[in-house]
């Protein structure tokens, strides 16, 4: 089992991975959704990929609840992009009914 200091690596590499990929991506992605495109094949595989990590570090995060906020705020923006992009699909299958 790992301990709180020994977390600290994977922690960084965890926040360097946000920074510089997944919070960009993750931002573009609410903009295109905000407006009122779909989302294609390639950005649902990443929101897949984004929600199979977080189940990952859930335990890092448990042991560090500092981050808890952090996280928060990355899962709300994942909510927010999927609940919109549901939306979104709906909205474009009442457009194209017979």
Known sequence: MRTPSQDQGVIQALLDRLNGQR???????????????????EDLD???????EAGRVKPIIDRHPQYQDLVA???????????QALENEKKDQIGHAP
């Open 23 to 41: 919070l960009p991506r993750l931002l573009a992605l609410k903009e295109k959704v905000d407006a009122g495109e779909a989302l294609a094949d």
């Open 46 to 52: 990443f929101l897949h990929q984004v929600f199979d």
């Open 73 to 83: 705020r990355v899962v709300r923006l994942y909510a927010d992009i999927t609940a």
